[in-house]
Every structure is written in structure tokens, then in C-alpha cells.
């Protein structure tokens, strides 16, 4: 299934959910691939993953630990480690931070996002835990609890308005948003919702023991610290960065979206430069880990049939 040149016919390049689909389908194809993966998954910091069907609950670390071992059992190979530079030439050739390099007529890159958070003391810490980004995904675990949401945009709006089917407990913090961003309709939704409006920038996090106890504002108190809110549970919308700097490399046509830059891909993944693929959160931001493996899988179909019209069509040609 493999050789020991560095040639292989799919590299992938990052492991999570999207990336093991492909290489999973690949492997069973009897595809050589290889898998290179730097070891960041997004949602390390999550205790389980939910709304995965047959998978609901189960740790992040265990989903990609059993993924791992399926795909070597169709001879797939995994190299821990992180790709540095990729060039086009007769197919793809990766340069990996390790040293060396890896050589694939096909190449999908499937290495996802990563979130960052407003500076505000204390999220950091808390996020996969009482801090969080998604109700589809912890919702349901922190139902019927105080909610807050940390405003980032006047688009966290919509988010305070969705988490109203989880908690009917819900305060807006502004922090840097200013009312006057907001839109009438937004005032009459927020209302309607019962979600209450709190203007002023937030510091930081109370905490007490290992729980989320509050939300302080910066301040308006002789001590220096702001009016507090008792919350349980605070989300906030992180600024998604992807990590796309490989495509762009490659010279693959980007789109501005309101959630980042992301590859103009078709509906099997194929970017604009024959060959390579985008999948997963690499290919759009709103990717869950259900997404991202059906991403993947279908990546993994379609270039097995790319490569093997390709060599039919070069057989004709001899």
C-alpha cells in the first residue's frame, strides 16, 4: 500500500475528522497515502463532542484515536508532524518540519481552524468547559442554566437569540459593541426573547472553585472593579483564523466570507488548481465534526476516481 520512496498518491495534510475520512476512503480504495498531522485538533478543549450520530458524547481524543486506527488497517501511513512548504510539480511535493519531504499526485489539506478569543481575563481558561461557542454542541449539557453572551460583533446578536431555545436566563454583554450597532429589529428580537441588555465593557470571569460564578464589568467601583452579573455559562463567538496559508501557497483561488477567507472550492472539494482539495474547516467555517467527516468522505471518493481516469486515459495514449 505504501513505499518507502516518500511517493505516495494522496498525502493529506492535517488528521482530524475530515482529514482520517478521506484517508479512510482512500486506504479502503487501495489508494498509498499518506496522513500528516501537527496534532492541534480545534476542539481539544472540549470534554465530548455531541450531535455526531452513533458518536454523541464521545471524547474528541478517542474519535480521532479509533479513527487513526481504522485507517491503518487499509495500509494507510500517519507521520506526526507538520507541513511546512508544498510546491507543484509533476503532483505535489510536501516539506515537512521534521525534515524530508513527501511526494503525492493528489493532495488534500484538510488542516481546520483555530479560534481566537477577545482578551478578556479568565475566558481563555474556561473555554470548552462553562465558556463556549456553539449551542448545537454544548447546549444541551448546560441547559436551563444562567446564560450570558460575550458580544464580539453586532452579529452576536443571533447568538444570544438561539441559546433562548436552551435557557430562557440569558444576558447580552455588549463589551465593545455599541448600542447604537444594534437594529431595531434586533432590540424588538432581543425583547421578544426576554434576553436582557447590558451595556459596558467586560473585564473579566468570576470564578469560584473550578466553576464559572459571574460576569464583571471594568470599572465603576472605588476597588477598581466593575457591577458584577452571577452567570453559569458564557458564550462568546471567537474570531475563526483558518489555516489556509498552503492553498493560498498553492495559489488556489480564495472568497471573502464574513467568518474568515476560504478556498473557492466545487461540491466535491476540488479547488482551483487541478489536484488539490480543501475539506473540513479549512474549507468553510461552519464545518462541525459531522460536516467535516462527510467533507472528507467525499474528498476521498472523488479523487480516487480522479486518479483512476487519469491513468485509464494515459494508458489509451501509449
Known amino acids: 500500500m505504501t513505499d518507502n520512496t516518500g511517493n505516495y498518491e494522496v498525502v493529506v495534510i492535517g488528521g482530524g475528522a475530515a482529514g482520517l475520512s478521506a484517508a479512510l476512503v482512500l486506504g479502503r480504495a487501495r489508494r498509498r497515502t499518506l496522513v500528516v498531522d ?3 485538533p480545534r476542539n481539544a478543549p472540549a470534554a465530548h ?20 486506527e481504522e485507517i491503518a488497517r487499509y495500509g494507510v501511513e500517519l507521520v506526526p508532524d507538520r507541513a511546512v512548504d508544498v510546491t507543484r510539480d509533476d503532483g505535489f511535493t510536501v516539506r515537512l518540519a521534521g525534515g524530508g519531504a513527501v511526494h503525492a499526485r493528489q493532495l488534500v489539506v484538510a488542516t481546520g481552524l483555530k479560534d481566537e478569543l477577545p482578551p478578556v481575563a479568565g475566558l481563555a481558561e474556561r473555554f470548552g468547559r462553562d465558556v463556549l461557542h456553539c449551542p448545537y454542541c454544548h447546549g444541551w449539557e448546560v441547559r436551563d442554566r444562567a446564560f450570558g453572551v460575550l458580544a464580539t460583533t453586532p452579529l452576536s446578536v443571533h447568538q444570544a437569540l438561539m441559546i433562548t431555545q436552551w ?9 465593545q459593541v455599541a448600542e447604537a450597532d444594534l437594529t431595531d429589529d434586533d432590540l424588538r428580537r432581543l425583547a421578544a426573547a426576554g434576553v436582557r441588555v447590558v451595556p459596558g465593557e ?17 470599572g465603576g467601583t472605588p476597588s477598581g472593579g466593575g457591577a458584577a452579573y452571577e452567570r453559569e455559562v458564557l458564550f462568546v463567538a471567537p474570531r475563526a483564523v483558518p489555516r489556509t496559508d498552503l492553498l493560498v501557497r ?7 466570507t464574513p467568518f474568515g477567507t476560504y478556498p473557492v472550492i466545487d461540491e466535491r472539494g476540488l479547488t482551483t488548481v487541478p489536484g488539490l482539495w480543501a ?16 467533507r472528507g468522505y467525499r474528498a476521498g471518493a472523488a479523487i480516487n476516481g480522479e486518479l483512476l481516469f487519469a491513468d485509464l486515459d494515459a494508458a489509451i495514449r501509449v
Request: hydrophobic share 45%.
Open 167 to 175: 435557557s430562557k436566563d440569558v444576558t447580552l454583554f455588549l463589551h
Open 279 to 294: 475539506a473540513g474547516n479549512a474549507s468553510g467555517f461552519a464545518e462541525q465534526v459531522v460536516n467535516a467527516a462527510s
Open 202 to 218: 467586560v473585564a473579566s470571569l468570576d470564578v469560584d472553585g473550578d466553576r464559572l460564578t459571574g460576569v464583571r464589568l471594568a
Open 49 to 68: 463532542m455531541q450531535g455526531y450520530l452513533s458518536r454523541d458524547g464521545m471524547p474528541p481524543a478517542e474519535f480521532l484515536a479509533v479513527g487513526r
Open 38 to 40: 501537527a496534532g492541534e
Open 250 to 256: 498553492l495559489g488556489a483561488e480564495m472568497r471573502e
